[in-house]
């Protein structure tokens, strides 16, 4: 079995090279370590390796391993090498009934779709006194049963969005289909990217919307190649 310091450090070593490719500097690129997949042990041995944002898709695993990492931060290891924090990011889908669960746990929500869930998360927020980073969610692959908002309405909803007071709007998330065609995970991407610099310059947005995330451990390269600003990997540095 290969050591996850060994993966990661791949995984890092790959992303290295894909910025050299395209003349990125890879102190742009965060890596948030993905850890639906992953027991416990293997997310303390990250956090360990000094990783300190990690993602999950679900709000009940949200919950619950963000609860056993505190935990771990209580514990005699807490205050020795370890990262001062954590970040969790929300990457899955959010219902709107969730939303005051991720709440007090998020420091980046990935999956603002549509308008009634960004008002959501305002309302919630004003009531918890909190200002959470989300970032837009776009359907860059025209496939129907994807979550994200249609890249041809996703400015009039970043529009709405930046009207909402206790949300920040810092960016947009992609995902592209699972294919082994190159081509068609690059066009979503470029797709992304493209939008990215639109809504950037037609200054719809803040000063604050700088994040693109986009790639996963089978298309992260392609995702480094195109712009990305934040990558969510699980299974490159956990699975085998
Ligand atoms: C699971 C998941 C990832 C990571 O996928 P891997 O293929 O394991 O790297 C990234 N983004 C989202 C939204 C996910 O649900």
Request: net charge positive; with cysteine; glycine share 8%.
């Amino acid at each position: 079995m290969i050591k996850i310091s060994e993966r990661i450090k791949r995984v890092k070593d790959t992303i290295s090279s894909a910025c050299a490719r395209v003349g990125r500097d890879p102190g742009e690129v965060k890596l948030v370590v993905v850890t639906k997949s992953a027991a416990i042990e293997a997310v303390k041995e990250v956090i360990r390796l000094g990783f300190s944002d990690l993602g999950e898709n679900r709000v009940q695993q949200l919950k619950k391993v963000s609860a056993q990492i505190a935990d771990f931060f209580q514990g005699p290891e807490g205050g020795s090498d370890l990262p001062k924090n954590v970040s969790w990011h929300m990457i899955g889908h959010l219902q709107r009934n969730k939303v005051s669960l991720v709440l007090p746990i998020a420091f980046l929500i990935h999956s603002v779709d549509t308008l009634r869930l960004a008002e959501e998360i305002n309302t919630s927020a004003a009531k918890l006194n909190l200002c959470p980073k989300v970032l837009l969610q776009v359907n860059t692959s025209n496939e129907p049963q994807k979550y994200g908002v249609p890249i041809g309405a996703a400015t009039h909803l970043a529009e709405q969005i930046e009207t909402l007071p206790n949300l920040k709007l810092v960016g947009l998330m992609t995902m592209a289909p699972l294919t082994h065609n190159k081509n068609v995970v690059r066009t979503c991407f470029v797709r992304a990217g493209e939008l990215f610099i639109e809504m950037r310059g037609e200054k719809i947005v803040s000063r604050q919307f700088t994040e693109l995330s986009m790639g996963m451990s089978s298309d992260y390269e392609i995702a480094v190649e195109e712009g990305a600003t934040i990558l969510r990997i699980g299974s490159a540095i956990f699975a085998g």
